[in-house]
């Protein structure tokens, strides 16, 4: 059985995001030794890195490939919805990403706005996973 190309592409991605995640956590532990004032936005970024760039796409692309087929002529479901889901989880978290840090040194209304949208971009993305994965899951 062949790995879905949404499968991979939520895989590779949460590997890179692993990095990513792993590469500000080394920052945040050099932060003391170095004297690092400004990197306390980093933080949030950190894990969200974690939560949503590593653990929940590598999540959501075993489930898209794993779970038990919705029907024979679309056995994962809706694919646009798979990937949307991939979309709005990505976006959600590069915006974050950027505004957090930036929201954290100088607060201002356009970077909380951005983090307001950031979150509820998210939000929509776990909604797809769950439209779109909820069928899945049913007695035999």
Same mark, same amino acid.
């Given at each position: 059985?062949?790995?879905p #190309?949404? #499968? ?5 991605t ?6 990513l995640a /792993?590469a500000?956590? /080394? *920052?945040?532990? /050099?932060q ?5 004032t400004? /990197?306390?936005g980093?933080?949030p ?6 939560? &949503? ?5 590598? $999540? &959501?692309?075993? $489930?898209?490939w794993? &779970?038990p087929k919705?029907?024979?002529e679309?056995?994962r479901?809706? %694919?646009?919805?798979?990937w949307w889901t991939? $979309?709005?989880?990505?976006?959600? *978290? *590069?915006l974050? !990403?950027i !505004? %957090?840090?930036?929201n954290?040194?100088?607060p201002?209304p ?6 307001v949208i950031?979150a509820?971009i998210? &939000?929509? !993305?776990?909604?797809?996973f769950v439209?779109?994965?909820w069928?899945?899951v049913r %007695?035999?």
């Open positions: 059985m062949a790995v #190309t949404l #499968t991979r592409w939520f895989i590779k949460s590997f890179v995001y692993l990095a /792993l500000v956590g /080394l *920052l945040l532990a /050099l003391p030794i170095f004297r690092l400004t /990197l306390g980093l933080f970024v950190y894990i969200h890195l974690l939560v &949503f760039g590593w653990l929940t796409q590598l $999540v &959501f692309g075993v $489930v898209y794993m &779970f919705y029907s024979t679309k056995p479901g809706n %694919e646009s919805l798979g991939y $979309v709005l989880l990505n976006v959600g *978290l *590069l974050r !990403a !505004a %957090e840090p930036v954290s040194v100088q201002n356009v970077t909380g706005w951005i983090l950031s509820i998210q &939000f929509g !993305a776990g909604l797809t439209v779109n994965s069928p899945r %007695e035999r």
